[in-house]
């Protein structure tokens, strides 16, 4: 389903806006968290599928609004809005009072959050099969407090998330393309949804092959997209603490709650960061059938994108 546009006042001047027309609740969503926040002018919206660079673009805006603070807990600063713990009755307050330009970050498709003009929107893909690559990680990952949270706190809304039930990722990947998605969420609706709203003025594209190819000229596009300029005596410290190498040595920063709800920590969960794993196990009609879905279910100019980056 694609968010329905609403239409504007002055649409010959002005875009239509997407509207909420449906609620996602399951171990991990609850969507309703968006019908209370009171959204403010400068708000930043991180929005992905999952494993897509999330926590690599709430790095980025945070030392881009801090001006290369160091000591900036962006996992902390940060909230995934619609994760579902804390409930929303803990978590809002908690967003409510922040002083500084907030930052919160989604895995939602368009048309189960409320989508506002006054703030701005940051949409970072990456090639299903690095998502799936690094999603097998993840999940297999989790240890029994990260399972307890999403299970066994009030709240629930569908099935339990169960413990990957195969260690080949290649199998975990086939199930999860066969499956839309399951046990998490579908790839294609995410993108297909923030692909149709791709040209509102307040919503930037970023891929993660082109934050590997050029950390430094993508950072110059989300700053000036977030109308943040930067000083250029600390430009180098903001670049270098948005490399990989650096999170990675600083994961506890960088990782939610600092990494506890992985077996290894906050180095867990900040993994490898690379494409292109999946290239050693996947064979030729793996490979042809996760291009011939790609292609099915988000037409070639976004399946072309999410495969390669660049331009939108």
């Known amino acids: 389903m694609i968010a329905t546009l609403a239409p504007h006042a002055d649409a010959a001047v002005a875009p239509a806006w997407p509207t909420k027309t449906r609620e996602m609740r399951s171990h991990h969503f609850d969507s309703t968290i968006w019908n ?26 945070g030392q881009l609004v801090f001006q290369g603070d160091p000591t900036v807990n962006i996992a902390e600063i940060s909230p995934w809005l619609d994760l579902r713990v804390p409930p929303k009755e803990v978590k809002l307050p908690l967003i409510e009072a922040q002083t500084h330009r907030r930052i919160m970050k989604t895995h939602l498709p368009v048309e189960a959050l409320v989508y506002s003009p006054r703030a701005k929107y940051i949409y970072i893909a990456r090639d299903g099969r690095d998502v799936a690559w690094s999603l097998f990680h ?32 290649r ?4 199930d999860w393309l066969a499956r839309d998605g399951a046990p998490f969420w579908s790839l294609w609706e995410n993108v297909v949804s923030w692909w149709a709203i ?3 003025p307040n919503l930037l594209f970023v891929h993660f092959a082109d934050l590997k190819r050029d950390l430094p000229g993508e950072m110059r596009r989300i700053a000036d997209f977030l ?48 494409n292109g794993r999946w290239r050693d196990h996947l064979t030729a009609d793996d490979i042809a059938l996760y291009e011939q879905t790609a292609l099915a279910r988000l ?3 976004a399946a072309r994108w999410l495969a390669e980056g660049g331009a939108v």
């Open 198 to 200: 791709r040209h509102l």
């Open 171 to 174: 199998r975990y990947f086939l």
């Open 227 to 274: 109308d943040i300029t930067v000083d250029d005596a600390r430009w180098p410290q903001i670049v270098e603490h948005c490399t990989f190498d650096w999170m990675k040595a600083n994961a506890p920063l960088v990782a939610p709650l600092g990494g506890a709800l992985w077996e290894g920590g906050a180095d867990s969960f900040i993994h490898k960061g690379t």
């Open 36 to 61: 209370d926040l009171q959204f403010r002018d400068d708000d930043i919206i991180v929005s992905t599928y999952a494993k897509s660079g999330t926590t690599w673009t709430q790095q980025i805006v």
């Open 299 to 301: 037409g070639r100019d």
């Open 138 to 169: 993840h999940h297999q990952a989790g240890n029994a407090d990260f399972y307890a949270a999403l299970n066994d706190t009030p709240g629930l809304v569908g099935p339990r998330l169960e413990r990957p039930h195969t260690d080949d990722p």
